[in-house]
Nanobody, 130 residues
């Protein structure tokens, strides 16, 4: 059973930065999970859950157009943690951010369908004031 847990949300002013973290159990067992796909999604009130960034076991990142150049996804296998560094935050970035995991290779469009991922965290809230 894969487990993921996010942290690091908070409130910032427009233009500020936050770093989200996600401890993921896929890092603990490389024998059982030699390949994996990890992603960050976000969901605003009354909105659908949308992909923000992903990274796979080959360290290949993918970003949505809305965050490209501002957000950076990375992973530290020793710390067993996935990160999302968010810079130049805008009010429209405010949402609940979720960490997602799926064993095996990423889908051709890893940010296209939330249903691709079978394991989710509880979410962490990000608020951006103008």
């Amino acid at each position: 059973q894969i487990q993921v847990m996010e942290s690091g949300g908070g409130s910032v002013r427009s233009g500020g930065s936050l770093r989200l973290s996600c401890v993921a159990s896929v890092y603990e067992d490389r024998t059982s999970y030699p390949t994996y796909c990890l992603a960050w999604f976000r969901q605003g009130p009354g909105e659908e859950r949308l992909g923000v960034a992903s990274i796979d076991s080959d360290d290949q990142p993918t970003y949505s157009d809305s965050v490209k150049g501002r957000f950076t996804v990375s992973q530290d296998r020793i710390a067993r943690t996935l990160y999302l560094q968010m810079n130049s935050l805008k009010p429209e970035d405010a949402a609940t951010y979720y960490c997602a995991a799926e064993p095996g290779h990423c889908d051709l469009d890893p940010l296209g369908e939330a249903s691709f991922y079978g394991y989710w965290g509880q979410g962490t809230q990000v608020t951006v004031s103008s």
